[in-house]
């Protein structure tokens, strides 16, 4: 057993038909290819071949033997598959102070090998990444000690997800149609588009009341950490007159000293007025895909 890909991909139903692998789940707006087939209604399959799995994303994951487990002494947990994936961080947490034995069955034939013992004070999280290249067909954990324990493993490139689609999926939204068509519906009906519900963190179901603080020296706004990866641009564009162009002005962007009631996945904003020498100065904020 190993695994080939993580796609994140809504695959509802799949098949075999004449040698080839049938995927349901295509996007409405999937360019036409040779390996897509549309019925006249829209309704599309992906035909190709198993091979083709291979490159539909790096095998990813996360999950493990235990998870705030009451384990017993020297017992050790279920095999966790460990073969295919490439980058291995373990997570180790235990209530008392405890030895904790990581074991690998390397060829799974039921030979287990020590890896590696760590110990752990009470209430300790350990990290350990495995050296590159590292490969075994199964992981297990044992506690010297009777004790709560957790032991996780994060598998793969963490940084490959779409956390827009991931948002929408979690919350209910329609993701079938991509990114574009779910940052623009609007289901709440109020002036935010689903793109900005993300980017603010608020509910896209529950119409949001204007999510800025303004006062005499700037306007405060909090605002999701966005990577690269994300492929979503924030600009805090400006201008004094209205009549003039809009201007991106970052120099005016600085981080809230006050980050109080913000949660670690956002950050508070201050956007500086100077009232002196700018009587005016009209601020917009832009997002695009
Ligand atoms: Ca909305």
Redesign the pocket.
């Known amino acids: 057993m190993r695994p080939l890909a993580t796609h994140g991909k809504r695959i509802t139903d799949f098949t075999s038909w004449r040698g080839l692998l049938v995927l349901t789940g295509v996007l409405d707006d999937a360019e036409a290819t040779d390996s897509l087939v549309r019925s006249p209604s829209g309704a599309a399959l992906w035909l190709g071949e198993v091979d083709d799995i291979w490159q539909m994303g790096e095998p990813r994951g996360q999950g493990g033997p235990w998870k705030d487990t009451a384990v017993s002494a020297n017992t050790p947990s279920d095999p966790y598959l460990m073969y295919g994936y490439d980058r291995k961080e373990l997570t180790l947490t235990t209530s008392n102070a405890a030895t904790i034995t990581v074991e690998v069955d390397f060829l799974a034939d039921g030979t287990w090998s020590t890896y590696q013992s760590f110990t752990l004070s009470a209430g300790e999280t350990l990290t350990h990444l495995f050296p590159e290249g590292f490969h075994a067909h199964w992981v297990r954990v044992v506690s010297d000690t009777a004790t709560t324990a957790t032991a996780q493993l994060t598998y793969g490139p963490a940084d490959q997800r779409d956390s827009f689609l991931d948002w929408g999926r979690e919350l209910g939204l329609p993701t079938a149609a991509g990114r574009t068509a779910l940052a623009y519906a609007?289901?709440?009906?109020?002036p935010?588009?689903?793109l900005f519900?993300f980017i603010f963190g608020t509910d896209?179901f529950t119409p949001?009341v204007w999510p800025l603080d303004i006062s005499a020296d700037g306007m405060e706004i909090v605002l999701r950490n966005l990577t690269a990866t994300d492929e979503i641009h924030v600009a805090f564009e400006s201008t004094t007159d209205l009549l003039s162009d809009w201007h991106p002005r970052p120099d005016l962007v600085t981080v809230h000293p006050d980050q109080s009631g913000v949660s670690a996945e956002f950050t508070r904003w201050h956007f500086a007025f100077d009232p002196d020498d700018e009587p005016v100065r009209f601020v917009r904020l832009s997002a695009s895909l």
């Open positions: 609007n289901p709440d009906g109020d935010w588009i689903n519900e896209p949001t």
